[in-house]
Structure formats: C-alpha cells, structure tokens
C-alpha cells in the first residue's frame, strides 16, 4: 500500500515536471520568435525614415 502511493506522487511530480518544461520551452520559442519580428520590424521602420530623408 505504501509504496504505491510513493509511486502515485512520483508519477505526480514528473507530469508536473514535464508540464513545467514544455511552458518553458514554448515560452523561450515565442521569445525568440519575438524578438526576430522586432528586429525585422526595427530594420523596415529604419527603411521608411532613411527613405523620407532622401
């Protein structure tokens, strides 16, 4: 009985273990991706202003 319940809150933690990395890694994936966009964003809002100064 006893080690079945250890066994039960093993299995808990690494589902909550596993849950917490895939967060993790969705999070610095959409960081990533973010921070890509802002750069091409940066780079086509430099394009309009180095084109009005011309």
Do not use: F, P, S
């Not at 009985?1 to 909550?16: C, F, R, S, V």
């Not at 990533?32 to 180095?50: F, I, P, S, T």
């Amino acid at each position: 009985m006893k080690k079945t319940l250890i066994q039960k809150a093993k299995t808990e933690q690494t589902k909550l273990k596993k849950v917490r990395k895939k967060k993790r890694k969705n999070r610095r994936q959409y960081n990533k991706h973010r921070k890509k966009k802002e750069k091409k964003n940066l780079y086509k809002v430099g394009d309009q202003v180095a084109l009005q100064h011309t």
